[in-house]
């Protein structure tokens, strides 16, 4: 099973997906695994705290740190300052995630969210590809 | 088929988990593709260099240098100094991996092991999730 | 179904093997998972801008300067200077990846390709593995 999923985004930073990628997983019911894979070179997904946005706030400020714009390193500026960054950024991150699926719950740990992590300022709409396969045909 | 793996854990560095993946694979037998997730934001898994333990102690030390504690970025300090940086940690490294199986066996290179990387100090054990999807439902 | 794909490599920096992932899961059609994984410590996945050179250069370089060769952290030293940071850098970036298949076709972004980035200067080739699950299992 494969679905498209849109997220709105406005700017830089963690975009929480916990509940989009929960309501598909729970319509499709069973036990399995749920692969997401995101459609972009600027953008990432993220397992991390769900609970303290302070955490959050740090983790974009010190990627932000990391990765600055306008480094004299770059070549690669004619989409503007915050693109190479994004590609850098994204590099680090990952751009597939798969998460077991136990009763058309994801096994997530207690604290953990999922997340869409926006590298650039100005994009609106980013889209993740969901697959998720059922584990009952190993049964067949 | 999914089973949960504990491990213990005395602190921060790689602790190997080769073989306890190994041992749930191998009795289950078959092709098929290995997923390891693993329910914590303050660690994360790796595959690496088995061999030489040198590897491990820099790959440790040199990532404490990138990310040290006590940073003035930091405003999510409430839980410890070394919380907000294991949380980056776990940002730049994979919450989940997967590995091909063939012949009851995972299909690792010949230096790779696969490996728990506690980024906290107090931690004494963690939970990996292990999905093992078998081939064999695509020959049915 | 598995299958080895091997990489002649040059050197540092992204290798494109887009299309020879494509031809793999062109061949076998339907819909479904694809999954590679890499065999190498020193070696990594990555899905990055295919257009433009500029940022595939950049990138090569933003890890360079992040990783040096010869940093004086590194005990690890006796398989040349190139070898510890080459092992940070596979940390730092995917052992493995994930993309679902529609239609016979890898359902990536229009500006995504997928990279094999070597880090080590003088290795001639790697090998990845191809893990590939239909998903036609789930109807039976």
């Given at each position: 099973m494969l679905q498209s999923?849109?997220?709105?985004?406005?700017?830089?930073?963690l975009h929480d997906v916990t509940?989009?990628?929960?309501s598909v997983v729970s319509e499709q019911g069973g036990d399995g695994l749920c692969t997401l894979f995101i459609q972009h070179t600027s953008a990432s997904l993220l397992i991390q705290e769900n609970h303290d946005p302070s955490a959050k706030y740090d983790l974009e400020r010190w990627l932000n740190r990391l990765v600055p714009e306008n480094d004299s390193l770059y070549t690669h500026t004619?989409?503007?300052?915050?693109?190479?960054?994004?590609?850098?950024?994204?590099?680090?991150?990952?751009?597939?995630?798969?998460i077991p699926v136990v009763g058309s719950q994801l096994a997530l740990g207690a604290w953990q969210g999922i997340f869409l992590w926006e590298h650039r300022h100005e994009v609106t709409q980013r889209k993740i590809l969901l697959h998720y396969a059922k584990d009952s045909c190993d049964k067949v």
């Open positions: 999923i849109k997220i709105s985004v406005n700017g830089q930073g509940q989009a990628v929960k004619l989409e503007g300052p915050d693109d190479m960054p994004a590609h850098i950024k994204a590099a680090l991150t990952a751009s597939s995630l798969s």
